[in-house]
């Protein structure tokens, strides 16, 4: 288990990583791993495309699939246009 006091947990560029996000990644250590490896801009791009889910069980399908995918090596949500804050 990874204690948030001991280390800190990186961010997007024009996001803040949200608190479902940040247990979910902190809870699998290879998604940790991931999501310290990609730049702040890839972050982002994670951040804003599970922020712009509209209905909770998008969000939530989005955060499983950022986890599932950052542990399979992908660095950034794949057949998105991108975020529109950078």
């Known amino acids: 288990m990874v204690r948030l006091s001991h280390h800190k947990f990186a961010t997007g560029v024009a996001h803040k990583v949200p608190a479902d996000l940040r247990k979910y990644i902190i809870s699998t ?18 951040i804003c495309w599970i922020e712009s889910a509209k209905k909770n069980e998008t969000r939530s399908h989005r955060i499983e ?19 529109i804050h950078r």
């Open 29 to 46: 250590p290879l998604a940790r791993t991931a999501w310290d490896s990609i730049t702040p801009l890839a972050r982002n791009e994670w």
């Open 65 to 83: 699939r950022t986890r599932n995918e950052l542990i399979q090596g992908k660095r950034r949500p794949c057949c998105w246009a991108g975020c």
